[in-house]
């Protein structure tokens, strides 16, 4: 008695069991997977373009007070963006450890605009992403660069070294000025020397 009961089971689980085999086979054939995918794009595009953008007064490297002036600035799509690398003339570094420097200023305000202004960051990059490298005297002017460019909304950035090779621990190498209209941008760094 126990063996038929047993052998009446094995059949219906072993149909639902091959029941469940076709449906999952089915839901993943070709004319099924593609749209799906598809779909799946668009809502993930739709997620991403929801998502509340950080705007300028997310980073305190733009003044509030300073927010308007810099949207009207970078509004007008024929201007160009650039920005400037300012380098310490009086750190004596050797022309490998300044392109070092600079590489680090230009990339981290890259990643900072990466999180706090992505819309000028792509007004930048439309322009060609223009760097230019000058000079300026000590750690006293480019103290003053920078509250001058964030006095006028214009993003910053300082590299400090860490010491490993030429300059000690901490001190302040390059500025980045910028990206920003390129007329703001000069009327900061327009009279410094090219290095």
């Given amino acids: 008695m126990f063996p038929s009961i047993l052998n009446s089971k094995q059949p219906q689980e072993q149909q639902q069991r091959k029941q469940k085999g076709e449906w999952l086979a089915g839901s993943f054939k070709p004319e099924n997977f593609i749209p799906g995918l ?14 509340p953008h950080r705007n300028l ?5 733009f003044s509030p007070s300073k927010v308007q002036q810099h949207l009207t600035l970078s509004g007008n799509g024929d201007r160009e963006f650039k920005m400037v690398l300012v380098v310490r003339q009086d750190l004596k570094m050797k022309s490998g450890k300044v392109a070092s420097q600079c590489a680090h200023a230009a ?7 990466m999180q706090s202004d992505r819309s000028l960051l792509r007004q930048w990059e439309q322009c060609g992403q223009p760097k230019i490298v000058v000079t300026c005297r000590n750690q006293q002017e480019m ?10 909304g214009l993003p910053t950035f300082v590299v400090a ?12 190498t390059v500025l980045a000025v910028g990206p920003g209209p390129k007329a703001s941008v000069d009327s ?6 090219l290095l």
């Fill in 38 to 51: 598809i779909i799946g794009f668009i809502f993930g595009m739709f997620l991403d373009l929801s998502k």
């Fill in 57 to 61: 007064l997310s980073k305190k490297i």
């Fill in 107 to 113: 990339t981290g305000m890259y990643a900072e605009l």
């Fill in 143 to 152: 103290n003053k660069l920078k509250e001058t460019a964030e006095s006028i």
């Fill in 161 to 172: 070294d860490a010491g490993r090779t030429e300059v000690s621990a901490g001190s302040k």
């Fill in 188 to 193: 900061v760094t327009g009279r410094l020397a």
